[in-house]
């Protein structure tokens, strides 16, 4: 019923299109073309220009509006237009809503394509967990069931639970005979992105290309032996000379500061004590000796944030390395 | 035939054109005053050495701040810090802690891209960053504005 009023409806917009049309070049056709078309005018060429020229308008005007009507009876969210909707929306990274389509059309339609789609479009906007679940759908398909499981891989790697990914890829549960090195490999990788203690060297660097062993090799050592510095030592340096240890963890204004602070109030305090203005020596000096503690204090806390942002700066420079490179692993050809 | 083209054209010109308020994204002035500091004036019960503690904190507050005004640098402020760094820890420690971040406070380039900045304009520098205690460390790298940290956390 919708089409057929659809089509009634575009019919009636049609006809009065042209009845506009019409009654637009009506008034100039019956005064001045008329005479302009005349016997005796058509002979000068110009005047003939003139009446030729309003018809092909006319038809112009015509043809447009008849080129232009739609169908009234194609179905727009049929399973066929929500693929190739969703197709679109993929090409143009919209995956949120190609997800939508591709759900839509997997429950009239069953394919794989369109399946292992819709994974990587979740996989794509952090929904990590039903990603993994969409892939295991097609890991027995019969093209596309190495890269399931290789995407479904990744997957469990991003959802960021390590621990339980070293172990599935360590069971070979569901392993992809193409990519098995690839799989080992971020098994590997994923010691970079935890704290668990990191495998054997020689075993770290035999999944790695020789072009990147270099930078491996200086991301395991940064890992295993990170430049940390001891809040203990820091602590010890600013009970010898305050300030000493806020300078050993690189804030060599406070350590500065520190130093004056103190050594100003203790100044005060023997200054005070020898004049023999006893309240303001003990005053002075118990400041002195406030500062002087609080200085070791933070000293040792200063170590430790000081350790906490290397740490931070190699979690981020190992995750924008690896997600550059989209961590080694092979970008598959019907995705782009 | 110029006058209609002049007409055409002013329309044109009329009908494109922006004030200054659209072009530059004009936004309106608000003066409202954002994310000031609450004070907590409320006494606390639990010990002898916490009311002695929040009766001098009130009398700071009452003699000193509140006729000075917001001038601490940091977020939270230096009473406040001392308050949370106590209530974190314990006396002693939080003594400590606060003598260290006074210390902080007198250094004149403490502004130079060391401190993150909340979002007031303030320099960030949460208590439980302090507590020797290495994983309630939230590092946050110095000169970028975080939008909303909430210190309860």
């Known amino acids: 019923m919708i089409h057929r009023s659809e089509t009634l409806l575009s019919g009636l917009i049609r006809i009065d299109l042209l009845r506009r049309i019409v009654r637009l070049v009506k008034p100039i056709r019956s005064a001045e073309l008329r005479r302009a078309c005349s016997a005796e005018s058509r002979r000068e060429a110009s005047h003939f220009v003139d009446c030729l020229q309003v018809r092909i308008l006319f038809f112009f005007f015509l043809f447009t509006v008849e080129i232009f009507t739609q169908p009234g009876n194609s179905n727009l969210f049929s399973a066929g237009n929500r693929l190739k909707f969703g197709n679109y929306l993929f090409s143009q990274n919209d995956y949120l809503r190609a997800a939508e389509e591709y759900r839509a059309y997997l429950k009239v339609e069953s394919d794989d394509t369109a399946r292992f789609k819709l994974a990587e479009s979740l996989l794509r906007i952090d929904r990590f967990t039903e990603a993994a679940d969409h892939f295991k759908g097609v890991f027995f398909s019969r093209g596309l069931g190495d890269y399931a499981r290789l995407e479904f891989y990744k997957a469990l790697f991003l959802g960021g639970g390590y621990v339980r990914f070293r172990q599935t890829v360590n069971q070979e549960n569901y392993m992809p005979d193409k990519f098995s090195t690839e799989v080992k490999r971020l098994g590997m990788i994923s010691y970079f992105f935890d704290n668990s203690v990191l495998p054997d060297s020689s075993e770290m660097f035999h999944y790695f290309d020789d072009s990147v062993k270099i930078r491996i090799r200086k991301f395991y050592l940064m890992k295993k032996f990170p430049a940390y510095k001891n809040p203990l030592k820091a602590a010890i340096l600013s009970a010898v000379i305050p300030g000493a240890g806020k300078i050993y963890t690189g804030e060599i204004g406070d350590g500065i500061t520190a130093f004056a602070a103190t050594g100003l109030l203790a100044f005060l305090a023997v200054d005070n004590f020898k004049a023999g203005h006893n309240f303001r020596g003990w005053l002075f000096g118990g400041l002195a000796a406030f500062f002087y503690a609080g200085n070791i204090y933070g000293s040792a806390a200063s170590a430790q944030i000081y350790n906490a942002g290397i740490k931070f700066d190699f979690n981020r420079e190992v995750k924008l390395y690896f997600e550059k490179r989209n961590y080694f692993l092979p970008s598959i050809d019907f995705l782009k | ?153």
């Not at chain 2, 005053?33 to 009766?55: D, H, M, R, V, W």
């Not at chain 2, 420690?93 to 007031?120: C, E, T, V, W």
């Open chain 2, 1 to 153: 035939m110029k006058k209609f083209f002049a007409l055409i054209i002013f329309f044109v010109v009329v009908l494109h054109a922006q004030t200054d308020w659209v072009r530059w994204s004009g936004a309106e002035i608000s003066y409202e005053i954002k994310k000031q500091e609450k004070k907590n004036y409320a006494i606390g019960n639990a010990s002898p050495g916490t009311k002695f503690l929040s009766g001098i904190k009130n009398a700071y507050y009452f003699l000193i701040s509140d006729l000075d005004g917001d001038n601490c640098p940091f977020y939270p402020s230096c009473s406040n810090f001392f308050v949370a760094s106590v209530k974190e820890t314990n006396l002693v420690q939080g003594g400590l802690m606060f003598a260290d971040r006074f210390i902080r406070d007198l250094n004149p380039i403490k502004g130079l891209n060391h401190y993150p900045f909340y979002s007031n304009g303030k320099l960030l520098d949460p208590p439980e960053n302090y507590t020797l205690i290495f994983n309630k460390i939230t590092y946050i790298p110095g000169g970028i504005v975080v939008g909303d940290y909430d210190s309860s956390k």
